[in-house]
């Protein structure tokens, strides 16, 4: 939100000593976006761009690039989209799991990271910053700008949106904190209840029956789709509003460094991959189940690309983008058909990246090509072998491309390298600078992650992660059916 044009232009018109080069010209560099979309997978992308069916993703694609990113295991999203806001690895940041090891077992939190994060990095520099929704960010850290945390994950928002909970808000939900006045009216009309459930009901079709009152009533056969609904449903809410709080932040003031994320094509991904490709599983999948959900992962994706087209709307013409998926999806659990997760990514299928902007080469998707890896599946390590688009880069290259961008050195720490290969010739991207050593001296000593409202995270474990497939017991049995299913 503070931008400090004056120091940085006087500070132009300072000689240049030590012998080192001049001072970039950062007030001059376009504003970067930074649009984090979990789990977008090229496999359901191509088919729905040749379509005309993400007319925002291609035109992006079509004056930028888009290609693969390699990622890396475990897939996690609080592990992978802190590496992506560090450049560095899970050991370095310290976040290594949804929560810390037990006894404690606590949902990490930005507080417990051991490295500074892109927006500290930004903000150190003297430029702006806006984050909205970005994993592991609550508490909201004071910056150079403007932090909509995300506590633990998107689905807090089942917490959240308990009525009381939204009264209040959270604590340290926003930087600065009395920003939380002008988010609280976007969260409650984010609640399940609220009319987000219009728009929702609108794209995604309803799912018949009703809920069994008792567990002697006969079971709905609608009803295992219907409990993925109901948390599909949270992630949609979460999504549209953090949008909304996005683009209520850029109407006041866009930043040098914007950034966004949204989950809903991952959770898309594991919830409705059975009736996407109902061959690829080894059970009978009902063909009226089929009929209704089989257009769900589709429908997420283009409701991705209407978010997009509303970020490109409210930036300035000169933004630059970078749209990045901390993995790709598959098919996956293909014996198991009570499991929760039909789509996964433990094996870390590569995920999405598209960059344009001034600067950046026309290059369109990159051809598809054999990307082979080796990858652990419970016990196992087992080679990996899948199509995609060509690798422009990995999720450790994203925060030293940013910094790139913004005109500041990345670290020799950090363990990616700016993607100098996405200028056209006669571009630089900024003015690429000899790394620093690292940013970690000197950053606030890491502390253990924090509870934001007695009781949160009980609920948070019990009704979320539990349902997603993220408990320690699905977690072990996925990966029984992966070494059983060798799929
Ligand atoms: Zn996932």
């Given amino acids: 939100m503070q931008r400090i044009p004056a120091i940085l232009a006087l500070s132009l018109l300072l000689p240049a000593c030590g012998g080192g080069e001049a001072e970039p010209e950062t007030a001059q560099l376009p504003p970067v976006f930074v649009i984090g979309m979990d789990g977008l997978e090229w496999d359901v992308m191509l088919p729905l761009l040749k379509e005309g069916r993400l007319p925002h993703f291609q035109a992006m694609i079509e004056r930028g690039v888009g290609g693969g990113l390699e990622t890396f295991q475990p897939t996690f999203s609080p592990v992978v989209w802190t590496t992506i806001a560090t450049g560095a690895t899970p050991q370095q940041h310290g976040v290594l799991n949804f929560s810390e090891p037990k006894p404690n077992g606590l949902p990490y939190t930005s507080n417990a990271r051991k490295v500074p994060a892109v927006w500290n990095i930004v903000s150190e520099a003297e430029r702006s910053v806006l984050s909205v929704g970005w994993w592991v960010s609550w508490p909201a850290e004071p910056v150079n700008g403007r932090i909509v945390a995300s506590y633990a994950a998107q689905a807090q928002g089942q917490v959240f949106w308990k009525a009381g909970v939204w009264e209040e808000g959270l604590p340290e939900l926003t930087y600065p904190e009395d920003l939380i006045y002008d988010v609280l009216p976007l969260l409650e009309k984010g609640a399940p209840t609220g009319p987000l459930r219009t728009g929702y009901d609108a794209l995604f079709e309803v799912i018949p029956g009703e809920a069994r009152l008792s567990p002697q009533d006969p079971v709905d056969p609608w009803e295992f789709p219907r409990v993925r609904d109901s948390f599909f449903r949270i992630g949609y809410h979460g999504d549209a509003t953090h949008l909304a709080i996005f683009e209520q932040e850029l109407a006041k003031d866009v930043a040098d460094l914007n950034m966004v994320?949204?989950?809903?094509?991952?959770?898309?991904?594991?919830?409705?991959?059975?009736?996407?490709?109902?061959?690829?599983?080894?059970?009978?999948?009902?063909?009226?189940?089929?009929?209704?959900?089989?257009?769900?992962?589709?429908?997420?994706?283009?409701?991705?690309?209407?978010?997009?087209?509303?970020?490109?709307?409210?930036?300035?013409?000169?933004?630059?983008?970078?749209?990045?998926?901390?993995?790709?999806?598959?098919?996956?659990?293909?014996?198991?058909?009570?499991?929760?997760q039909s789509g996964a990514h433990e094996d870390a299928p590569p995920g999405v990246l598209i960059a344009a902007g001034p600067g950046i080469a026309a290059r369109g998707i990159l051809p598809e090509v054999e990307w082979r890896y080796s990858a652990q599946f419970g016990r196992q390590r087992r080679e990996v072998v899948l199509q995609a688009p060509e690798r422009?880069?990995?999720?450790?290259?994203?925060?030293?491309?940013?910094?790139?961008?913004?005109?500041?050195?990345?670290?020799?720490?950090?363990?990616?390298?700016?993607?100098?290969?996405?200028?056209?010739?006669?571009?630089?991207?900024?003015?690429?600078?000899?790394?620093?050593?690292?940013?970690?001296?000197?950053f606030r000593p890491a502390t253990a992650p924090r509870v934001p409202k007695d009781g949160l995270n009980e609920d948070f474990e019990r009704s979320f992660l539990d349902q997603l497939g993220y408990s320690e017991a699905a977690e072990e049995q996925a990966a029984r059916d992966q070494e059983e299913g060798g799929d």
């Fill in 261 to 340: 994320y949204f989950g809903l094509p991952d959770v898309a991904g594991h919830f409705w991959w059975r009736y996407y490709q109902p061959d690829e599983f080894e059970y009978a999948i009902p063909q009226e189940h089929v009929d209704l959900l089989q257009k769900r992962i589709d429908a997420a994706y283009e409701a991705a690309d209407s978010w997009l087209g509303r970020i490109v709307e409210a930036a300035p013409e000169n933004a630059r983008f970078l749209i990045v998926s901390d993995h790709g999806m598959h098919a996956a659990n293909r014996r198991n058909p009570q499991h929760p």
């Fill in 392 to 442: 422009i880069g990995s999720v450790f290259d994203v925060t030293p491309t940013i910094l790139q961008w913004m005109g500041i050195p990345h670290a020799a720490d950090m363990n990616g390298e700016p993607l100098v290969g996405l200028a056209t010739g006669e571009a630089t991207l900024a003015t690429a600078q000899p790394p620093v050593g690292t940013y970690a001296t000197g």
